[in-house]
């Protein structure tokens, strides 16, 4: 870690829920120096780490997770038990203590376990609460129940996936729940950013339907503006020809595009093909996506003979937009990537030397980190029950003999 | 609002639009450079720069150059996609930061300012690929394949927001700006969500996703997501789990009532059921009467009965559902500015119960005096000392 003070130093932040949409969020702010505090109970853990693989050495565990992993690094985990009413006091307790809070359980949750907003605001005005969750926290549906994965094809990002021909496409995992945290994470800074400055808190409500709307806010302009209803064209492009994945030696892909009639006389030199640029069919953008299953071959005959790495490599040297399409496992060796420590690997208490992922960004004076690993459920009560809240011995004990902490 | 009084010069191209319309949409006031006679008729441009005002740059011009440092010396942060330039003027990075100490300034760009990679050019269908979500799109033996809508700019802008509030709550606390270096690649990694940790726990790849579900029975069963209905497709699966069952029970209970066929269905315990363990022979007789049902069904008609009986699954939807849908209409996500009938996706959070109106029209100019200490930016300010200006 950097020797300087971290960006969100001393903001405090206590998290209820557990998947992607919260705990995302509260990883972010973690990476940048914030003190996060996962809150979760033995008898009901966060669901990633119980419900989806992968886990470590293919044996599920408590501590085994990846899938939690991932999404929790940085933090400090404590089991509170909110079925019993020492465990809510003790939850409000923490809420005194926290800049700010991060909910996703459904709508209304909160409130009936005397945890909403109003009731945690009397005791810390300068409380800042994000909800999240599919629907947002009102109108005719807010009590509907969904997945993140499913939530991607409500907000039309599926129907836009794949070829003109075929189905829509699933997108990997719950998509739009990521763009939600991440825009969550924003708005979440913003409310602390005012707390600060004026003493007031906020209540924040997020819908991760509505933010997945976000990205697609060009395709529902257009609509606005003309009626034009998109549909899914595999890899076309309105303006770029050629524009798309082609198959390559190694079988790996490369993906490239051309935005000019330049861009694609320097592609037909970069393939040994100059004098395609001056043939009628591939002279303009119109006539290379008229004749594009002709180009396309000729591209492809090119790609076929190197490995998706040399192919782009070539491309770029001679100025054309131009990557592999990067596998999973080819994320841990892009020399790009690695040369940016996307993948850090920390050592898991349980889970042993494994790589966690860094944010898209960084600061270059006040550098971010893979503070620590993820935490073991219930790791840190002790430090953060007796050190950050500052329970008497006689109250921890008492906490404890109620199964709080169970 | 939440950032009132936080000034921001927007200087992006279309990489960096939406990290300024996110902080527009939390109330930042965000000035916008653009060349004269620039293009902001085009759905893409008025959707990423409604809620942000336009300062027309023209470095020919006398004053044009003086305008942007005046700009600067008031601004709290500054969003840039470099090399771009504004109308032929260079914003650069570092002599951003060694200018105005306590600017925080935004560089976003494909590759990140640094490493082997950094000057490598990319457009959507590169950063998708380069960050590994082409890997994960499209039939599992055949092509990869981008969402159609450009997603790797929203990726990236919405990283760039973060990095500039981080730095944000910095400079207040210590006075002093940073350089935050935004990668589109490495933001598109957001998008993959736990795939990576496949390939780093137990060496296993995972790929595209195509329009099935697989992995989950120890039989290798596949089951199906999409199902053609009659003006489209719904996003349904056999899931197991307590919501699983409630939501195979109620498809199965309307099935009944709807005098629909069951089949395989007729048969089957939902409390002892487990997705698990099906073959793919079991799944294709329970989900054959399904298909049958579904293609009866309009998406409304999924959406509204499927909320009713609190069923897990939502239509496949396009702009044009979107854009009628009742729940985003009872939350008021889309929104008009004042003097227009132009319709918007409005601020993408609801803010101490009420969503921030958007306040300014696609190319509403920042028209206003030149900007100074003591401009319009500065009066806005609920604490003027904290965000004062400065001299570079």
């Known amino acids: 870690?950097?020797?300087?003070?971290?960006?969100?130093?001393?903001?405090?932040?206590?998290?209820?829920?557990?998947?992607?949409?919260?705990?995302?969020?509260?990883?972010?702010?973690?990476?940048?120096?914030?003190?996060?505090?996962?809150?979760?109970?033995?008898?009901?853990?966060?669901?990633?780490?119980?419900?989806?693989?992968?886990?470590?050495?293919?044996?599920?565990?408590?501590?085994?997770?990846?899938?939690?992993?991932?999404?929790?690094?940085?933090?400090?985990?404590?089991?509170?038990?909110?079925k019993k009413p020492a465990g809510v006091a003790l939850a409000r307790r923490m809420a005194q203590w926290c800049d700010l809070i991060i909910e996703n359980m459904r709508p209304g949750v909160m409130e009936r376990l005397g945890l909403g907003f109003s009731a945690l605001a009397e005791r810390n005005p300068r409380l800042v609460m994000l909800s999240t969750c599919n629907m947002g926290q009102t109108g005719p549906r807010s009590d509907q129940p969904g997945f993140g994965s499913q939530l991607s094809a409500l907000a039309g990002m599926c129907e836009l996936t794949g070829v003109p021909e075929g189905p829509p496409m699933l997108l990997y995992g719950p998509y739009i729940d990521y763009i939600a945290s991440l825009l969550g994470a924003s708005a979440a800074l913003a409310g602390v950013i005012r707390s600060r400055q004026t003493g007031e808190g906020a209540l924040i409500d997020l819908s991760q339907y509505e933010c997945g709307l976000v990205f697609m806010g060009a395709a529902l302009q257009e609509f606005f503006a003309g009626g034009r209803v998109p549909s899914r064209c595999g890899n076309d492009d309105p303006v770029a020809a050629p524009h798309g994945a082609f198959p390559c030696h190694d079988r790996q892909w490369v993906a490239l595009?051309?935005?000019?009639?330049?861009?694609?006389?320097?592609?037909?030199?970069?393939?040994?093909?100059?004098?395609?640029?001056?043939?009628?069919?591939?002279?303009?953008?119109?006539?290379?996506?008229?004749?594009?299953?002709?180009?396309?071959?000729?591209?492809?005959?090119?790609?076929?003979?190197?490995?998706?790495e040399a192919a782009a490599i070539a491309l770029q040297a001679a100025g054309v937009a131009a990557y592999p399409v990067v596998s999973m496992a080819g994320l841990f060796s892009d020399p790009q990537l690695r040369a940016r420590r996307q993948f850090r690997v920390r050592r898991h208490p349980e889970m042993g030397d494994h790589a966690y992922c860094y944010p898209g960004f960084d600061l270059a004076e006040a550098p971010g980190d893979i503070v620590g690993p993820a935490p073991c459920v219930g790791a840190d009560n002790d430090f953060v029950f007796r050190d950050l809240i500052g329970l008497s011995e006689a109250e921890y004990d008492s906490y404890r003999q109620h199964g709080v902490f169970d | 609002m939440l950032l009132s009084g936080v000034l921001i010069v927007d200087a992006t191209d279309r990489l960096g639009w939406l990290a300024g319309r996110v902080l527009a949409d939390l109330g930042a006031d965000v000035v916008k450079l653009e060349p004269p006679g620039s293009d902001r008729s085009r759905a893409e441009w008025r959707a990423f720069n409604v809620n942000k005002r336009i300062l027309e740059i023209d470095p020919q011009a006398a004053g044009g150059l003086s305008r942007i440092e005046e700009l600067l010396r008031a601004a709290d942060i500054c969003l840039l996609t470099p090399p771009a330039s504004i109308a032929g003027t260079r914003l650069d990075p570092l002599a951003l930061r060694r200018d105005y100490p306590r600017l925080v300034v935004v560089a976003i760009r494909p590759?990140?300012?640094?490493?082997?990679?950094?000057?490598?050019?990319?457009?959507?269908?590169?950063?998708?690929?380069?960050?590994?979500?082409?890997?994960?799109?499209?039939?599992?033996?055949?092509?990869?394949?981008?969402?159609?809508?450009?997603?790797?700019?929203?990726?990236?802008?919405?990283?760039?927001?973060?990095?500039?509030?981080?730095?944000?709550?910095?400079?207040?606390?210590?006075?002093?700006?940073?350089?935050?270096?935004?990668?589109?690649?490495?933001?598109?990694?957001?998008?993959?969500?736990?795939?990576?940790?496949?390939?780093?726990?137990?060496?296993?790849?995972?790929?595209?996703?195509?329009?099935?579900m697989t992995g989950r029975s120890i039989k290798g069963a596949r089951y199906r997501v999409f199902w053609p209905c009659r003006d489209g497709y719904i996003n349904f699966i056999f899931y197991?789990?307590?919501?699983?069952?409630?939501?195979?029970?109620?498809?199965?209970?309307?099935?009944?009532?709807?005098?629909?066929?069951?089949?395989?269905?007729?048969?089957?315990?939902?409390?002892?059921?487990?997705?698990?363990?099906?073959?793919?022979?079991?799944?294709?007789?329970?989900?054959?009467?399904?298909?049958?049902?579904?293609?009866?069904?309009?998406?409304?008609?999924?959406?509204?009965?499927?909320?009713?009986?609190?069923?897990?699954?939502?239509?496949?939807?396009?702009?044009?559902?979107?854009?009628?849908?009742?729940?985003?209409?009872?939350?008021?996500?889309?929104?008009?500015?004042?003097?227009?009938?132009?319709?918007?996706?409005?601020?993408?959070?609801?803010?101490?119960?009420?969503?921030?109106?958007?306040?300014?029209?696609?190319?509403?100019?920042?028209?206003?005096?030149?900007?100074?200490v003591a401009g319009p930016s500065a009066t806005a300010r609920p604490c003027a000392g904290a965000r004062g200006g400065e001299k570079p």
């Open chain 1, 1 to 82: 870690m950097s020797a300087v003070a971290q960006a969100l130093a001393g903001l405090k932040v206590l998290e209820f829920g557990g998947y992607a949409a919260g705990p995302h969020i509260g990883k972010v702010l973690a990476n940048f120096g914030a003190r996060t505090i996962h809150m979760e109970s033995k008898e009901r853990p966060d669901g990633f780490r119980i419900q989806y693989p992968p886990f470590k050495d293919d044996r599920p565990g408590y501590n085994r997770s990846g899938c939690f992993a991932f999404f929790n690094d940085s933090k400090y985990s404590v089991t509170v038990d909110l």
């Open chain 1, 257 to 308: 595009s051309c935005w000019s009639d330049d861009d694609f006389a320097a592609l037909a030199r970069a393939i040994g093909e100059g004098n395609l640029a001056g043939e009628p069919r591939f002279a303009t953008a119109p006539a290379r996506r008229a004749n594009s299953r002709a180009l396309d071959a000729v591209i492809s005959a090119w790609t076929g003979q190197r490995s998706a």
């Open chain 2, 111 to 212: 590759f990140g300012g640094l490493g082997p990679r950094s000057t490598w050019r990319a457009s959507d269908i590169e950063l998708m690929a380069a960050g590994g979500a082409m890997a994960l799109a499209g039939e599992p033996d055949g092509m990869p394949v981008r969402v159609s809508e450009p997603q790797s700019y929203g990726w990236a802008g919405a990283h760039a927001a973060i990095g500039a509030l981080v730095a944000l709550v910095r400079r207040d606390a210590t006075g002093r700006g940073d350089l935050v270096d935004v990668s589109a690649q490495a933001s598109v990694i957001a998008a993959l969500s736990h795939a990576p940790a496949f390939v780093d726990l137990l060496g296993v790849e995972p790929t595209r996703a195509g329009t099935f």
């Open chain 2, 240 to 372: 197991g789990g307590a919501a699983g069952r409630r939501t195979n029970e109620q498809l199965v209970a309307w099935m009944r009532q709807s005098g629909a066929e069951l089949g395989g269905l007729a048969a089957i315990d939902w409390k002892s059921w487990d997705p698990t363990k099906a073959d793919q022979a079991e799944v294709d007789a329970i989900e054959a009467p399904v298909a049958k049902f579904f293609a009866r069904l309009t998406k409304r008609e999924f959406l509204t009965e499927g909320h009713r009986r609190e069923m897990l699954g939502y239509p496949v939807a396009t702009v044009a559902d979107i854009a009628s849908d009742p729940q985003l209409e009872a939350r008021g996500f889309f929104q008009t500015v004042a003097g227009s009938a132009e319709r918007f996706c409005g601020s993408f959070a609801v803010i101490d119960g009420e969503r921030p109106p958007l306040r300014h029209h696609p190319g509403a100019k920042f028209s206003a005096a030149p900007p100074s």
